[in-house]
């Protein structure tokens, strides 16, 4: 979390390690005037912008965030802000947005790649390790192999760590109402790099497979809603390692994604500086304008961008009958989650109340939902 006058950092007892330093540092907050333009663009209540080495942010109530890296950050607040509001802002998109700019990643969870037909082992064996699965039904498990792109996540209450297996690179080829690219996670294991960390060997994706799952994973089964660190994330892995970009495209044309790497390298562009890898395809302005906001899309209003997106780029009937089911009927895990201990088709009537109530609460993102839509159908042409 974020130190604030809400909630003061406490003082070591060793000495802190250089990423924990580095933030501490550089999230130090003082009040101050904050301006409403960055970069020649002028922003609106709950709007931000990112450049270079700064990050300007005006949320609701005439709040304004300002970080530039180096100086810590200004915050500008009324008398009388509730601090619980602005604990909100700094723990959240402020703490993100340092961490991008100083070549960090906030870790929600550990993902892990694992061979498909080892998958469900690997689970039990973790679960064996004291991490409590989501759910131990072994016809779920296999529905998991089948139908998604990794295992229901594992927590470890003694550590605090969740992991996940991922046995796939993105989401299935049928998950979709339209084509989703497939990465090879056998290839992308084979090709894996030994790295050291904290006295262990692990085994990482080398730097250009690395590059081609962040582009298709946060398009095809994100469209982008997993947040502007995709762009940090690929920044700062091209200015530390060596990404071979002409064979890049080559394997994004090959493969059906090139528009989405030019529009994730635009993005990038916008953000942070112009990468060493010409784009063929140049995104429209409102294209681009379109993907950066739904980078940072209201969590309430990302299952109705996703019921649109899908919708608007079904390329089939069958597809397009996939997508409504999707909105309509629960997968597996969310059963096993929510259910209660109830059948799939015990737990559909609360299901679906629960998805019109939330679709009903949700009529006011259809404008987000649509800009998400048109993100999906560009990549798609």
Do not use: K
Request: proline content about 7%.
């Amino acid at each position: 979390m974020l130190p604030s006058a809400a909630r003061p950092l406490p003082q070591p007892q060793t000495a802190l390690h250089p990423a924990v330093a580095l933030m501490a540092r550089e999230t130090r907050v003082r009040d101050g005037r904050v301006a409403r333009a960055l970069g020649g663009i002028t922003l609106h209540d709950d709007s931000w912008v990112l450049r270079g080495s700064e990050f300007l942010m005006r949320a609701s109530g005439e709040i304004g965030l300002h970080y530039r890296r180096g100086e810590g950050i200004t915050l500008e607040r009324p008398d009388g802000t509730d601090p619980r509001t602005i604990a909100l802002w700094l723990n959240g998109p402020l703490y993100a947005a340092i961490a991008a700019l100083n070549g960090l990643r906030p870790m929600r969870d550990l993902d892990l790649l694992v061979a498909e037909d080892r998958a469900i082992e690997a689970s039990q064996v973790l679960a064996e390790a004291r991490f409590i699965p989501d759910t131990t039904d072994l016809a779920t498990l296999r529905q998991a192999v089948a139908d998604d792109h990794q295992l229901p996540a594992q927590y470890h209450p003694g550590l605090g760590v969740t992991i996940e297996f991922h046995h796939r690179l993105g989401d299935p080829p049928q998950r979709r109402g339209y084509r989703v690219p497939q990465l090879d996670p056998a290839g992308v294991m084979a090709r894996a790099v030994a790295v050291e960390c904290g006295g262990a060997t692990i085994f990482c994706p080398a730097s250009q497979d690395l590059s081609a799952h962040m582009i298709v994973h946060a398009l095809h089964g994100h469209r982008l809603d997993c947040g502007p660190l995709v762009l940090a994330d690929l920044y700062f892995l091209a200015l530390g390692h060596a990404v071979d970009w002409s064979e890049l495209r080559n394997q994004a044309e090959r493969d059906g994604w090139a528009r989405g790497l030019d529009l994730v390298l635009a993005l990038v562009e916008r953000s942070f500086g112009s990468l060493p890898a010409p784009l063929a395809y140049r995104p429209p302005p409102a294209v681009l304008d379109a993907a950066e906001a739904a980078l940072l899309l209201d969590p309430e209003a990302r299952g109705q961008a996703e019921t649109l997106s899908d919708l608007t780029a079904s390329q089939s009937g069958p597809a397009l009958a996939r997508a409504v089911l999707r909105r309509l009927v629960p997968d597996p895990q969310v059963v096993a989650q929510e259910g209660g201990g109830r059948s799939l088709w015990a737990f559909w009537p609360v299901w679906v109340v629960r998805r019109l109530t939330r679709s009903f609460r949700q009529r006011g993102h259809a404008t987000e939902a649509r800009a998400a839509a048109e993100v999906m159908r560009w990549i798609q042409a």
